[in-house]
């Protein structure tokens, strides 16, 4: 038997262009999910570059564009998702930022971005879909956190501080609205071999103490973390909620 988990569902995926948001969109088209990819207007090419992945593997791919610490535009581009598929089944709040300082340089207006892009930007989405998801009675949400928001790093309070809330906010919503038959989990990535989590690893030395730290030895890539985002999305996880989910290759163990 083909599993098409995905057949007649719709997804939206915040920050979708490249990195581990455009392997989410990849994954969720080819299990037959109607993918609404969604970044900022400046990533227009990667996203239609994304669109066009998805859509020459036969997959179904529409784009909508703005900012998810906007609340103006939250309520745009969700009602323009909502308008192109009809209904959102799945949302994944992957959009994220990351920069690197240690905590007697961050300027405030950066610590502002991170909480605003990272935990403000995943509040909103939810908050634009949760009536939605209630008149339907059913609804999945994933939220890309990070291992960092469980055990923090050097140079990352604003970003790993920001992702603590992340977990402690799905925690939260999870309880909220099990009864109305919505989940909400989080996936904690480890270190990922994309744009953002090359910044852990600028040089040779840097990439074998990442490898060294990991117990098996070896980087992440964006398709290691999309089985547990689908996961989530999929009937298997229908009495899982408010769980977060190291995916890290076993950096941490908690
Ligand atoms: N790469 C890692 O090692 C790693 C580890 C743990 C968690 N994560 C998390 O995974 C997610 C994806 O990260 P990635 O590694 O693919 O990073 P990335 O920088 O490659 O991708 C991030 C995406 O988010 C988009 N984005 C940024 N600000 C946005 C905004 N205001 N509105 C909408 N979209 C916005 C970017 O344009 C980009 O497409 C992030 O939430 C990140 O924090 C990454």
Known sequence: MILRRGEGQSVLVTGSSRGIGRAIALRFAAEGYHVVAMDIPRQEAELKEAQALIRDAGGRCDLVFGDVSDPESVKTFVAEARAIAGHIDVLVNNAGVLSLALVDDIAPDEWDRMYDVNTKGTFLVCKALLAQFREAGKGRIVNIASIGGKRGAPLQAHYCSSKAAVISFTHILAQEVARDGITV???CPGIIDTEMGRNNYRD???????????AMGRLGYPDDVVGAVAFFASDDASF?????????GGIIFH
């Open 204 to 214: 040779a030395a840097a990439l074998q103490a990442v490898k060294d730290k990991t």
């Open 185 to 187: 989990n989080a996936v």
């Open 240 to 248: 899982i909620t408010g769980q977060a989910l190291n995916v890290c």
